[in-house]
T-cell receptor, first 115, second 112 residues
Framework: DTGVSQDPRHKITKRGQNVTFRCDPI?????LYWYRQTLGQGPEFLTY????????KSRLLSDRFSAERPKGSFSTLEIQRTEQGDSAMYLC?????????????FGEGSRLTVL | EDQVTQSPEALRLQEGESSSLNCSYT??????LFWYRQDPGKGPEFLFT???AGEEKEKERLKATLTKKESFLHITAPKPEDSATYLC?????????????FGTGTRLQVFP
């Protein structure tokens, strides 16, 4: 399967714990995005990489959130000291540099529940 | 502030009953408007890109159109498999940004 892969698909954690999500983009795609989606809402932009460089970061992304994309391949999104408000679906998407930048291929998401 | 509003929030149609979904937007210089489909528990799936007023795109029973302030997604003779949430997103063009601003979506249910 050559789609965007996210792991884990579901994570339940207690408030205050750290969690990390992994995203493996489509292999030839050099752009990678993280979005967050809560129930009944559209996806909300978090951050964006081109190869290994983090080019854009939302003001919504507090200091507890950090994302990396070492070597321009897979990416991780870490949330430290989780809060109940962090409960959401975390979506990863990728695209090829030469295509229209709004044409994203999304993974199936990682659902986070903070108790 | 850039904003995307979709209506209606939910739409129930009988199979074969055509209708339209609306996406109105406020953005500083539109770079592109995008339609996505999202099935429950899945990530969004890209449908169309529209760049300028008057542009139209078609795919099977779906047709997207764009004016200077809104976009419509027309669904002709829908089938139950068209049931999904349809998301509209815009990308603004005056700043160096690649982020998409999504609306809250229209949840479509098509009954046989």
């Amino acid at each position: 399967d050559t789609g965007v892969s996210q792991d884990p698909r579901h994570k339940i954690t207690k408030r205050g714990q750290n969690v990390t999500f992994r995203c493996d983009p489509i292999s030839e795609h050099n752009r990678l995005y993280w979005y967050r989606q809560t129930l009944g809402q559209g996806p909300e932009f978090l951050t964006y990489f081109q190869n290994e460089a983090q080019l854009e970061k939302s003001r919504l992304l507090s200091d507890r959130f950090s994302a990396e994309r070492p070597k321009g391949s897979f990416s991780t999104l870490e949330i430290q000291r989780t809060e109940q408000g962090d409960s959401a679906m975390y979506l990863c998407a990728s695209s090829f540099l030469q295509t229209e930048t709004g044409e994203l291929f999304f993974g199936e998401g990682s659902r986070l529940t903070v108790l | 502030e850039d904003q995307v509003t979709q209506s209606p929030e939910a739409l129930r149609l009988q199979e074969g009953e055509s209708s339209s979904l609306n996406c109105s937007y406020t953005v500083s210089g539109l770079r592109g408007l995008f339609w996505y489909r999202q099935d429950p528990g899945k990530g969004p799936e890209f449908l169309f890109t529209l760049y300028s007023a008057g542009e139209e795109k078609e795919k099977e029973r779906l047709k997207a159109t764009l004016t200077k302030k809104e976009s419509f997604l027309h669904i002709t003779a829908p089938k139950p498999e068209d049931s999904a949430t349809y998301l509209c997103a815009v990308q603004e063009g005056t700043y160096n940004t690649d982020k998409l601003i999504f609306g809250t979506g229209t949840r479509l249910q098509v009954f046989p």
